[in-house]
């Protein structure tokens, strides 16, 4: 019920404040994200990457078309399983998941968080070559890792990251 008065209220005020305010305010509440992505990458980046692209979602309409007519679920871990979160994206929202779902679209297995940033943000999101490497292992359709790292760059760069 929380998350979906957060959705009504955030969302409505991204149609009262343009999205300048709106990136004001995830740019104020994903500082712990932003110093992951400067630093060192702890075992709370998935959680802040998901917490952080749920809020702008929410208050920024130009970044709420990324998933506008977009489905997909997906599940992120661990190879130890000592990280796990899942998002879901379903009628233009985005529901994150503390722990795994059971159905998913893609799974990415990632050796350590580290792992899975630097896949995220390369430039060129080379699969292969983190495949190759043995830091991540994807199952499912590659084109939802590939949307999935295009937002996360986008976020990243709102943030003012590059």
């Known amino acids: 019920?929380?998350?979906?008065?957060?959705?009504?209220?955030?969302?409505?005020?991204?149609?009262?404040?343009?999205?300048?305010i709106g990136m004001v305010v995830t740019r104020l509440c994903s500082k712990r994200l932003k110093n992951q992505l400067e630093g060192i990458v702890t075992d709370k980046f998935l959680e802040l990457l998901l917490r952080g692209m749920d809020?702008?979602?929410?208050?920024?309409?130009?970044?709420?078309?990324?998933?506008?007519?977009?489905?997909?679920?997906?599940?992120?871990?661990?190879?130890?399983n000592r990280v796990a979160a899942s998002a879901t994206f379903a009628n233009a929202n985005m529901k994150v998941h503390e722990g795994p779902i059971s159905e998913w679209d893609i799974r990415v297995t990632f050796r350590?968080?580290?792992?899975?940033?630097?896949?995220?943000?390369?430039?060129?999101?080379?699969?292969?070559?983190?495949?190759?490497?043995n830091e991540v292992e994807v199952d499912g359709n590659l084109n939802y890792i590939y949307k999935f790292g295009f937002m996360a760059r986008d976020l990243a760069k709102r943030l003012g990251m590059g």
């Not at 702008?56 to 130009?62: E, P, Q, V, Y």
């Not at 896949?119 to 490497?133: A, G, P």
């Open 55 to 80: 809020l702008c979602f929410c208050l920024c309409k130009d970044y709420r078309r990324n998933i506008k007519d977009f489905e997909g679920r997906y599940l992120f871990r661990t190879a130890d």
């Open 112 to 133: 350590d968080p580290p792992a899975l940033s630097s896949f995220l943000f390369s430039r060129d999101q080379d699969i292969l070559d983190s495949v190759l490497k």
């Open 1 to 20: 019920m929380a998350s979906k008065l957060k959705n009504i209220v955030l969302k409505s005020v991204s149609y009262i404040f343009s999205d300048r």
